[in-house]
C-alpha cells in the first residue's frame, strides 16, 4: 500500500541533506542555472523528505534544495513521507534512477551500498525493488567491487570496467593504463579484452606492453603460429617496425613449413651432401677449373675497371685511351679480349666434356 505523503511549506534552513545520497558530485554551473530558474518562477516541484525531530532529512530532490539555497529563497514546498532509516538510501536510489540523475559510477557505489545492507536473499531481489533485472543488479554491483578494489578512476566508463572484467586485475590494469595514455577508443578496449583472455604468454606480453606495435588483429594472427615462432615475429614486427597489414602477410608466410625427411633418410640425404661437396671441391681443384676460375675473375675485374675509367682522362691531352702499355691495348679492348679468353675456354671445355 502506499505511504501516505503530507504536504507544507518549511523554512528551508530546517532541511538536512541525506548522509545515504547516492549523487556524489553537484554539478556548480547546473545548480546556478536552476537557481536563476527558482528566482523567476520560485519552487513549484516540492522535495520529498522524512521528520527528524524538528528537523526534516531530505530523501529525494537534494539538488532543488541546494539551488533554492543559492536563489535565497526562504521557504520550500515538501512532501512530509514516514520513511524508516534503512530505506532512505533505496528511495533516494530509486528516485534518481527515474529521472536518470546519476552518473554511471555513482549508480553503481548506490547499488553496491544497498546490497551490502544484507537485506535481500539475491540480485533478483533487489532488482525488483529497483525495477531492474538480476543481470543489471549484479553488473553494477561487480563494478562497484572491482573499482574499490582495484582503485579504478571514476573517469574509467563502466563499459570499459564490463569489458575487462573477466580478465585478471593485472591484464585489466595494463589495458586500463593503455586506454588512459594511448587514448584507445572504447570498442578497440573490446577487442583487447576478448584477445588478451584467450592470447598465449608471449602475445599477451606483446599486446599489453606500453607503445606495443602488436595490435589485437595482429595478435589474433599470431596465435595461429607455435609458441616459439610467437616470440620470434613478434621480434621482427617491433624491429622491422611493420604495420597491421605487412604484420599479418609476415605472419602467414611464417605458418608454411619445408617438411624434413623421415629420420630414416637423413643418414642417407646427409651421405649424398657430403659426397657432393667431395665432389665439387674435386673439381674446383683441377687445373682447367682454376685457369677458367682466374679468367672469369680477370674478365669481371676489366668490367669494374671499365666503369671507372669512363670517366677518367690524361691529364695532359685529355684523352681518354688508357690502357696497358705492355701491349699498347686500350682498356676498351682488353676488357673485350678477356671476356673473349673466358669464353673461348667456357666452349672448349663444354666439347671436351
Known amino acids: 500500500m502506499p505511504t501516505e505523503m503530507k504536504f507544507k511549506t518549511v523554512d528551508i534552513d530546517i532541511l538536512s541533506p541525506n548522509p545515504f545520497q547516492p549523487r556524489e558530485h553537484f554539478d556548480k554551473e547546473s545548480l546556478t542555472e536552476l537557481a536563476n530558474s527558482l528566482k523567476s518562477r520560485g519552487q513549484i516541484q516540492p522535495v520529498v523528505v522524512r521528520e527528524q525531530g524538528s528537523r526534516y532529512q531530505i530523501i529525494a530532490g537534494e539538488r532543488r534544495w541546494r539551488a533554492a539555497k543559492i536563489a535565497g529563497l526562504r521557504e520550500i514546498p515538501v512532501l512530509v513521507k514516514d520513511t524508516a532509516e534503512e530505506n532512505v538510501l533505496l528511495e533516494s536510489l530509486i528516485e534518481n534512477l527515474h529521472r536518470l540523475n546519476l552518473t554511471s559510477v555513482e549508480r553503481e557505489n548506490a547499488v553496491y551500498r544497498l546490497w551490502k545492507t544484507g537485506k535481500w536473499k539475491n540480485h533478483a531481489e533487489l532488482g525488483r525493488e529497483l525495477g531492474k533485472s538480476p543481470t543489471w543488479v549484479s553488473s553494477n554491483v561487480n563494478s562497484a567491487i572491482i573499482r574499490k578494489k582495484e582503485k579504478i578512476s571514476p573517469t574509467i566508463s563502466t563499459r570499459i570496467i564490463h569489458s575487462t572484467s573477466t580478465l585478471g586485475e593485472e591484464e585489466r590494469s595494463q589495458i586500463i593504463e593503455k586506454f588512459r595514455r594511448e587514448e584507445i577508443t572504447e570498442p578497440k578496449i573490446r577487442e583487447y579484452a576478448r584477445v588478451v583472455k584467450k592470447a598465449t604468454k608471449p ?27 610467437q616470440v620470434r615475429a613478434v621480434k621482427q614486427i617491433e624491429a622491422l617496425r611493420l604495420e597491421e597489414d605487412e604484420a599479418i602477410s609476415h605472419v602467414e608466410a611464417m605458418k ?81 679480349k678477356a671476356e673473349k679468353k673466358y669464353k673461348e675456354d667456357l666452349t672448349n671445355s663444354s666439347r671436351g666434356g
Request: charged share 30%.
Open 203 to 229: 602475445v599477451k606480453k606483446a599486446l599489453l606492453k606500453p607503445k606495443s606495435r602488436v595490435t589485437p588483429k595482429m595478435a589474433q594472427k599470431l596465435l595461429e603460429l607455435p609458441e616459439p615462432k
Open 256 to 336: 608454411v613449413e619445408i617438411p624434413l625427411p623421415p629420420p630414416e633418410e637423413l643418414g642417407e640425404v646427409r651421405a649424398r651432401y657430403e659426397e657432393l661437396q667431395k665432389d665439387i671441391k674435386a673439381k674446383l681443384s683441377t687445373p682447367e677449373a682454376i685457369e677458367r676460375g682466374e679468367l672469369f675473375r680477370n674478365w669481371t675485374s676489366h668490367i669494374a675497371v671499365a666503369g671507372i675509367i669512363d670517366s677518367i682522362s690524361c691529364p695532359v691531352c685529355k684523352s681518354k685511351k688508357l690502357g696497358w702499355i705492355c701491349h699498347n691495348l686500350t682498356i676498351q679492348d682488353a676488357l673485350a
